[in-house]
């Protein structure tokens, strides 16, 4: 079945009808979601969804578009969830350059203390990168000895090189949509050569719908599109890209197997 490794169940575009697309997942060959925070408010309302449903785990932490969530009464409390059977990992962290006006340092200084969070407490992570590869390498490697606990890049869309680099630091990488997209070229370039136990599944929804559901809201079933697509590339069954993935992604994340 399918694993939505990185979805946001909690952002408001579901309000109408989460309740009723989770107890349906199943239907849709969709195993388990998880959902991933970005500040403070999501990190509870993901925990919260995640003790309702079976289905769902949380995966919490603060988006470099979020520092200022970053307080220690914050720190204090990823720790405290840590330990909650239904929080899998750290994330989203990382950087993005993307959208000028976050301080970078402090984008760094808060990737790297969640780094550190993530190795005290036992936990793999979840790293956003966009338009920042160069500084988020540069850390990662630094900071090699703090990925003990495995990690993914999630919405992988950089280079072969790149992937190389990642794959070295022990780390995975997550598809989603953008895989699909008629003018996206790296990705496929790299899911082309890419280790199929490197590939996990992923949705980012409500955004970035798959080809050719491009600009409509998104969701976990959705990743059954990207599995077709990662087929098609890597020339093997549907039935055979969601049995790996799911392996992978329960690997990654053991929290979640159970
Ligand atoms: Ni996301």
Do not use: W
């Not at 850390?139 to 190389?164: A, M, P, Q, T």
């Amino acid at each position: 079945m399918l694993i939505d490794t990185h979805a946001h169940l909690t952002d408001n575009q579901y309000d109408n009808d989460r309740e009723a697309l989770i107890a349906s997942l199943h239907l849709d060959n969709v195993d388990k979601v998880f959902t991933v925070a970005y500040d403070r408010n999501t990190i509870e309302s993901s925990v919260k969804l995640a003790e309702e449903h079976d289905n769902i785990y949380a995966i919490i932490g603060i988006h470099p578009s979020d520092v200022a969530d970053y307080t220690e009464e914050t720190i204090a409390r990823i720790k405290e969830l840590s330990s909650h059977p239904k929080v899998i990992a750290i994330g989203e962290i990382g950087l993005d350059y993307h959208y000028q006006g976050i301080d970078k340092e402090d984008q760094k200084r808060v990737f790297i203390s969640q780094l550190q969070l993530a190795h005290e407490v036992g936990l793999p992570v979840c790293i956003h990168n966009r338009d920042s590869i160069g500084d988020c390498l540069e850390i990662l490697k630094n900071n090699k000895d703090l990925l003990s606990n495995g990690g993914v890049v999630h919405c992988f869309s950089e280079s072969v090189e790149i992937y190389r680099e990642i794959k070295k630091l022990g780390l995975k990488i997550a598809f989603g949509g953008t895989l699909t997209f008629k003018n996206s070229v790296t990705a496929p370039e790299v899911c082309k050569i890419a280790d199929m136990e490197d590939i996990v599944l992923e949705t980012d929804c409500p955004y970035l719908a798959p080809h050719p559901y491009r600009g409509t809201r998104n969701e976990p079933k959705l990743t059954s599109v990207v599995a077709t697509k990662i087929g098609e590339i890597k020339g093997i069954s549907y039935d055979k890209v969601v049995e790996i993935t799911h392996n992978n992604a329960l690997k990654l994340f053991p929290k979640a197997d159970r």
